[in-house]
């Protein structure tokens, strides 16, 4: 059986790198190109440098890079990854995505480049955090009423969005699962005298600090007991080793929109 072929953007950043390692490590995945943006100092140098297989030189030449690829794997930024995904429709690759911070209307180009080519997009790859949400259906059916639900998460000083993606799909489970809206319940931040909690609200709260890889923890309060469920991530390869189960099973279904809810057949 044929290796699936990956390619990777923004090979050199951390993810990047956690990606090159999982698939080098991989017996079913082979790297068939790794990508960073066009005024990298990393470009020409051998993605073996940074923990992938030897022989692939890094470049910023998207449509060279894809030509012939089975999957993109993209963690990078919405804009980058939106002109990726141009390429990828036009080229017929596929694409798991967990770059966070995309719009409604971002997100809609997403679920229109779905039509043409198989893509699984998801604010955490991780396979631990996805059971969490479905957790959290579970919870959010039972504690509907006389609970407080808080959402609170920690990332590294270097992450640039804020709540994370993971943050906010937890809260969107929540939402959906208590027939809320989240755009209209969500709280993401206090200060002063903000009155007493609404208790249609879900709050948010964010620390940034060190490296942390990733923290999250939605908290029930109720009336004499409080109920948080937590996932803790040590590593980034939590999150590769999710995106490469996702790539696996895009070459196994047909062009379409899928998360990871999809891949780990939790629907």
Known sequence: MSKIKIAIAGCGGRMGRALLEGVAQSDDLVLHAAMEH???????????????TRGVAITADVEAALKGADALIDFTRPEGTLHHLEICRKLGVN???????????????????????????????????????????TASRVLSHGYDIEII???HRHKV???????????????RTLGRDLSQCAVYGREGVTGERDP???????????????DHTVLYAGIGERIEITHKASSRATFALGALRAARFLK???AGMYDMQDVLGLK
């Open 161 to 175: 969005d804020a709540p994370s993606g993971t943050a906010l799909g937890m809260g969107e489970v929540v939402a």
């Open 153 to 155: 998460e920690a990332h």
């Open 252 to 254: 196994a279904n047909p």
């Open 95 to 137: 694409m798991v995505i967990g770059t966070t911070g995309f719009n409604a209307q971002e997100k809609a180009l997403l679920g229109a480049a779905a039509q043409d080519v198989g893509v699984v997009f998801a604010p955490n790859m991780s396979v631990g955090v996805n059971l969490v949400f479905k957790l959290l259906e």
């Open 38 to 52: 066009s005024g990298s100092a990393l470009l020409g140098r051998d993605a073996g440098e940074f923990g992938g």
């Open 200 to 214: 249609s609200t879900i709050g948010f709260a964010t620390v940034r600090g060190g490296d942390i890889v990733g």
